[in-house]
């Protein structure tokens, strides 16, 4: 999807973190301190892990052991003032991360007076969060218990070799799923993955197809977002291509997907986020209709 080049963004939604410095010292799993497995209470995009190292081996999709905690390494910079317009969001990155947070925020916002809004944090590396001490390796995540959303947008280019096209709206649904898991927290259902966690009905999958069927909700209404005061639209109208990059996201990070390429057969016992098909079919439920109200995957009798 692409920002109106004159779009102004409101980097005030986001904040930098990570990296060695502020990752490796004083934090709960810091190089030479206490070290050792650090669970973590997380919600991911998806159930695998992004390399060796990383996750934990007790099966548990949310226990993570940080089993290497760099004390080195770049860091996010802080800064975002290169970040300013729609055309800043369209050119880099972490501008379009930020452009993104500002329309499913604003979003939200409107369609639910409870609405709260909650910062993401973009990093690299390592960083330490009210979870605990996570790593890119994990991939995008929310944390329930600070309320934010994590994101390296490093991942984006993982996202590729998954199989996700690249296109600007697969990586804009990355945060709108995170975004989703945000809204479950505060209406509460959230917890409902923790209690049921693993299987292919499990409360798990369909807290997370849920998430992804209000990014397709937001999709469907993010061309009419705007920030603040301002009286014209962030985003450009979608386009059919567009709504295919997102899929090929829903497609890359789904467990089947996942678990063909990681161990080389399919166990849906262990499924923690639904397969590709049933992904990409509630991400495709919340843009067709445009309505939360049908995103009740615990209704559904057939998730798909
Ligand atoms: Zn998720």
Known sequence: MTFKENARLDTGQVRGGGGGRRGGGGGLAAGGGIGGIIVLVLYLLFGGSLGGGGTGSSGSPWNFGASEVSTSGEGVSEDFSHCQTGADANEHQDCRVIGT??????????????????????????VQTGCGTANSQVGPFYCPLD???YIDVSFF??????????????????????YGHHVQNLNGVLG????????????????????????????????????GQEDTAILEPITQDQIQSALSAAEAVGDDRIQEQMQGRV???NWTHGSSEQRQKWFLTGYETGDPNQCNTFAAEDLG
């Open 101 to 126: 947070v500002n329309s499913v925020q604003a979003f939200w916002t409107s369609a639910w007076s409870q609405y709260q809004p909650a910062q993401t944090v973009i990093f690299s590396g390592t």
């Open 147 to 149: 309320s934010q959303v």
């Open 157 to 178: 280019d993982q996202l590729e070799q998954m199989g996700g096209d690249g296109g600007s709206l697969s990586q804009m649904y990355v945060v709108a799923h995170e």
């Open 192 to 227: 409902r993955a923790q209690q049921d966690p693993q299987g292919p009905e499990s409360g798990a999958v369909r807290v997370e197809l849920q998430a992804d069927c209000y990014a397709g909700v937001w999709v469907a209404h993010a061309d009419g977002t705007r920030l």
């Open 267 to 269: 166990t849906p016992e």
